[in-house]
Antibody, heavy 114, light 111 residues
């Protein structure tokens, strides 16, 4: 059974870089032609797609975040990662990793505060 | 403002049916048959209920069904049960420029 788990700091200072890693277990990240995604949810609000990547490194980013986002994949570790730079309080959210049309991780709460 | 438009709330009594709409444009729902629906209970991660407009993943009750007409997709929950009370989000593929767009979510209340 495919499972995803987010990991990374829960607190990031304003203007710094948010970094999260998603570890995939129970299956290979290189399997088929799946895309892997980061989605976030600010407290009390709806879901927002951040970006997606496939195992060969093809990436797609939300137009509103594109200038600050980098998503990468490490097939040797069966992981993919998110970096969001120049964060502000508006980036405070639960960050989920997921396989497109598949399971999601449990989410990681990231707070941007000094 | 979300790219896909959903009603903020919907409700129904146990045993009834309720339909949640998701309206997009010809750049997303109207062109691609890649609409998905997610269920989210408070404090939990979203769960995939429908993909590719009308396909149910293994384990999802057949009380949940999806459809599409033009630029609008719909999720129908038949035989409402108390555990169906949750937030529901639609999402669609939107081409290589936007890739994925979400709806703002609909809170389903079982009366």
């Amino acid at each position: 059974q495919l499972q995803l788990q987010e990991s990374g700091p829960g607190l990031v200072k304003p203007s710094e870089t948010l970094s999260l890693t998603c570890t995939v277990s129970g299956g290979s990240i290189t399997g088929s032609s799946y895309y892997w995604a980061w989605i976030r949810q600010p407290p009390g609000k709806g879901l927002e797609w951040v970006g997606s990547i496939n195992y060969s490194g093809n990436t797609y980013y939300s137009p509103s975040l594109k200038s600050r986002v980098t998503i990468s994949v490490d097939t040797s570790k069966n992981q993919f990662s998110l970096r969001l730079n120049s964060v502000t309080a508006a980036d405070t959210a639960v960050y989920y990793c997921a396989r497109h049309d598949g399971p999601w991780g449990r989410g990681a709460m990231v707070t941007v505060s000094s | 403002q979300s790219a896909l438009t959903q009603p903020p709330s919907a409700s129904g009594s146990p045993g009834q049916s309720v339909t949640i709409s998701c309206t997009g444009t010809s750049s997303d729902i109207g062109t691609y048959n890649y609409v998905s629906w997610y269920q989210q209970h408070p404090g939990e991660a979203p769960k995939l209920m429908i993909h590719d407009v009308s396909k149910r993943p293994s384990g999802v009750p057949d009380r949940f069904s999806g459809s599409k007409s033009g630029n609008t997709a719909s999720l129908t929950v038949s035989g409402l049960q108390a555990e169906d009370e949750a937030d529901y989000y639609c999402t669609s593929y939107a081409g290589i420029n936007n890739f994925v767009v979400f709806g703002g979510g609909t809170k389903l209340t079982v009366l």
